[in-house]
């Protein structure tokens, strides 16, 4: 034994090396990569996601599908934090860069079977990604802040397929404006679309075309009592995150009376305590009172003697949007008797006449909310899924300035550069630069594929007019024809492919580095290649992705 490494494991401890944990792994994160293409593009399909509860939620947003899936497995788990990664950073392309990332760990897999090492393989994927970002960079077109025709158009391209083709125009308007609404100007000049100033709200029962915007937030609750008034113009309002009642007392307090005389001195103090509270609110100007917690029925009654409108029971996500919309604090734990009017907002508050909500404004700040309308809930969710990529991108085009061909163009032309790139590396890297411009090819193959066109005639057409000179030949799944997809509206903002081109690359050669797996349990069968036909992509996933959970019927 001597000079032998050893290694002492549990009964149950399980352990794979070398090429078997490499393969292991690749064919976990393949797993899930594929189950999320058959959603890319136009015409993309849609998954059905059964919760452990019964909850439904129908959608072909990759990150809410990978999201929703209850998957164990380590390996599995990087690829979802790809989509996450994509979609904080983005705010779309979650299907590419996931889909992305499993075609490059396929195309590694080869190189492995070749005797490549890993570090090659790595350092070569470093490589072609660091050209394949500064050729985006190089083929980006600029685009101007205030370009609303370009706008609309990242707009409609991010919510093509998402149940949105009917009200295109329409909610491609929305989106725009409201980025434009909360958009503001940098100190070094450049624009920033604030989204903490935009709420969005799903609220199904009337046609996607009632969607809406409303300038200011707003809040879906009645007044406390119905002796207030119903509407203020510049008034002083107060957000409370506190309860507007007597103090209450420990739970473990205890009163003793002797007589009916100290019960009602009790309730006297009680009392006047609400009484005081409502005085420091009036004598403070306080003409509206917003609160996430209870208000008392007698302060609610003296409120509104006074002439004050109060709302409570009020969401706390709503209030945390007013305090941004009013620009001012929301009180959790607030002292009546100091309460002054450094502690308020001035503002409007309205009731819209047809669905009966409470309008905040403010002539101080920008707040806007995006209220999305749908026939169903599910109807009304997914658009909402939608629409807040769409103004994820809308906004990151206005910061970034910058657009790029979509419909796979880009892919094309990013894999045809990368190949000429290749021809200059020396050493087995190139094999994995190749493999990389190899990778983008996926893009194009999958939205034919989905479009019910034949992937290889379509790659082979692209190609053809790419090495041909055009650039921004790129499919249009409804005709199946090559166009310009950059003139016929289909464009993608740069910083979105830029960030999944880095997002796959990163998490593909995570993957790749791992050359030893000991687990405490076992790790389950091997899985299963989609592309071989067997299990249709996750059932052959056995204990490795802990059959899904709730899931496991949605392929």
Do not use: C
């Amino acid at each position: 034994m001597q000079g032998q490494p050893m290694i002492v494991l549990g009964d149950d401890a399980d352990r794979l090396k070398d090429k078997d944990a490499q393969s292991h792994n690749i064919s976990a994160a393949r797993a899930v990569a594929e189950s999320v293409r058959s959603t890319l593009g136009p015409k993309g399909m849609d998954k059905m996601l059964v919760s452990s509860i019964g909850d439904v939620t129908v959608t072909n947003d990759g990150v809410t599908i990978l999201d929703e899936m209850d998957i164990e497995n380590p390996t599995a788990k990087m690829i979802v934090e790809v989509a996450q990664t994509q979609e904080d950073e983005a705010g779309d392309g979650t299907t590419t860069a996931v889909s992305l990332a499993g075609e490059l760990l396929k195309n590694a897999e080869d190189l492995l079977e070749q005797d490549i090492h890993p570090t090659s393989i790595i350092r070569g994927y470093d490589m072609a990604a660091k050209r394949a970002r500064e050729e985006i960079d190089d083929i980006a077109v600029p685009v101007e802040p205030d370009d609303e025709e370009m706008l609309k158009s990242v707009a409609a391209t991010s919510m093509t397929g998402k149940g949105a083709e009917l009200n295109l125009d329409l909610l491609s308007d929305l989106v725009v404006d409201t980025a434009q609404a909360v958009a503001v100007e940098a100190d070094d000049g450049s624009t920033v679309v604030d989204l903490e100033f935009v709420d969005i709200k799903s609220a199904p029962g009337r046609p996607v075309d009632a969607s809406q915007i409303v300038r200011g937030g707003t809040i879906d609750t009645d007044p406390d009592h119905e002796d207030m008034p119903k509407e203020a113009e510049d008034a002083d309002i107060l957000l409370l995150d506190a309860p507007f009642t007597v103090n209450e007392m420990e739970n473990d307090a205890q009163l003793s009376v002797d007589d009916p005389d100290q019960l009602q001195e009790f309730i006297e103090q009680e009392e006047q305590a609400i009484r005081e509270k409502v005085q420091a609110v009036a004598d403070a100007g306080v003409d509206v009172v917003l609160s996430k917690k209870s208000i008392d029925e007698m302060a609610q009654h003296l409120l509104a003697r006074e002439g004050i409108l109060s709302i409570s029971q009020i969401k706390r996500s709503d209030l945390e949007f007013l305090s941004e919309v009013l620009g001012t604090q929301l009180h959790s734990n607030l002292d009546f008797e100091s309460l002054s009017a450094e502690d308020l907002a001035t503002g409007d508050i309205s009731r819209d006449p047809e669905d009966g909500w409470y309008v905040v404004e403010s002539d101080g700040n920008h707040g806007v909310t995006l209220v999305i309308r749908g026939s169903t809930e599910h109807v009304s969710d997914e658009l909402e899924r939608g629409i807040t990529d769409a103004l994820d991108v809308v906004a990151a085009t206005i910061t970034d300035g910058r657009v790029l061909a979509g419909g796979g163009a880009t892919e094309v032309e990013l894999a045809d550069r990368l190949r000429e790139y290749a021809d200059g590396v020396s050493g087995r890297e190139q094999l994995a630069v190749e493999a990389f411009a190899d990778a983008f090819d996926l893009i194009p193959r999958v939205l034919a594929e989905n479009a019910g066109l034949d992937s290889i005639d379509t790659l082979v057409e692209l190609r053809s007019a790419h090495e041909s000179g055009d650039g921004h030949a790129g499919l249009d799944v409804f005709d199946g024809d090559v166009v310009d997809t950059f003139e016929a509206g289909v464009v993608e903002p740069a910083h979105a492919k830029s960030q999944a081109v880095s997002s796959a690359v990163e998490a593909a050669n995570l993957v790749l580095k791992i050359d030893d797996i000991i687990s405490a349990t076992a790790l389950g069968e091997d899985y299963e290649d989609e592309d071989d036909g067997q299990g249709g992509g996750m059932g052959g996933m056995g204990g490795g992705m802990g059959g899904m959970g709730g899931m496991g019927g949605m392929m």
